[in-house]
């Protein structure tokens, strides 16, 4: 069985926002994700507000469904500040959280505190310091840390985080550094595909068989079992054609499954239908995993 988890944008109103999070607990699905940008280049002059806020309005409104960020990167956050939040947010949700994060691309949250640009290796680089200085603030009480980048003087992390030994983290990956990182730091590894998608079906599966590979060869490299980290498997904002027959969607997420994911995200429909899954698709979605989770006539008994 494949799980189904969804991404809800924060670019309405927080009661809606959390209207949304809340039907799609009801739904059954087992993560709510959100996008963690201060703006974004689809959306950039309509509303967007801030992942962590959000998350915490969300976190008190529900009582199953976990929640997380989708993806955080080093593009505007520092590890010493975003620590306290996911822990707080840790103990809001009642150990819920889930902690989405990557090396993030050139672009607005980029240029936004104004840095200057940077290059893949640089931002690899940045990435690895960044998650390894997040990866310990959270798992100790007090940390003195100093990088070329990120430093951490006697910052607390008291309580700490409800979850032990830390909020899991989901670590986006497609090449071979971020691969390590993932197979280091993640209890999850999250991928959309190809960098460059193609919209043909065969095309997205080939990446993702392609990519599965290289998350296997790293955790070998890591001495990591292949199974250790929870695979998934992020459907872009306008690819469709998974949603065209109940048919073609059974057999979408089949081969998911086959290749070796855990969970598949979708984007929640948007009230305009412009993008995301279409909202009449999502009957059939959730006819498909409710069936899925159904125990059988021969388990029964």
């Known amino acids: 069985m ?4 969804v991404l809800v944008l924060p670019d309405r109103d927080p009661a809606a926002f959390v209207a949304d999070v809340r039907a799609a607990e009801a739904l059954g699905v087992r993560t709510v994700w959100t996008y963690d940008h201060l703006t974004w280049t689809p959306l950039k002059d309509r509303p967007w507000h801030a992942a962590v806020p959000m998350l915490a309005a969300a976190a008190v ?6 929640l997380g960020t989708q993806v955080a990167t080093p593009n505007y956050r520092h590890p ?4 306290k939040e ?3 947010l840790d103990h809001l949700s009642g150990g819920r959280l889930e902690i ?3 090396a993030g691309a050139e672009g607005a949250d980029a240029a936004v505190l104004g840095d200057p640009p940077r290059s893949p290796p640089e931002r690899a680089e940045r990435f690895a310091e960044w998650l390894g200085l997040l990866d310990h ?3 100790h009480d007090v940390s003195t840390v100093h990088g070329p980048r990120y430093s951490a ?3 607390r992390q008291i309580p700490g985080c409800l979850q032990r030994p830390r909020v899991p983290l989901t670590v986006a990956a497609t090449g071979p550094r971020a691969m390590a990182l993932a197979a280091r730091h993640g209890q999850s590894w999250v991928t959309y595909g190809a960098y460059r998608r193609r919209d043909e079906a065969e095309d997205w599966f080939a990446a ?3 990519q599965g590979r290289g998350l296997d060869a790293a955790l070998d490299a890591a001495g990591r079992p292949r199974s250790a980290p929870r695979r998934i498997a992020q459907v872009a904002l306008d690819m469709t054609w998974p949603f065209e027959s109940p048919g073609r969607y059974a057999d979408f997420t089949g081969r998911l499954r086959d290749t070796g994911f855990h969970e598949l995200t979708l984007h929640w429909p948007r009230p305009d239908d412009a993008r995301g899954m279409p909202s009449g698709a999502l009957d059939l979605v959730a006819a498909t995993h409710q069936s899925s989770r159904r125990p059988s006539r021969k388990a029964e008994r």
């Open 86 to 88: 996911i822990m707080t």
């Open 153 to 155: 003087v006697e910052a």
């Open 208 to 210: 993702l068989e392609k």
């Open 61 to 66: 409104s529900t009582s199953r469904v976990r």
């Open 80 to 83: 010493v500040t975003f620590a």
């Open 2 to 5: 494949i799980e189904l988890s």
């Open 100 to 102: 989405g994060v990557g």
């Open 137 to 139: 603030l959270l798992t």
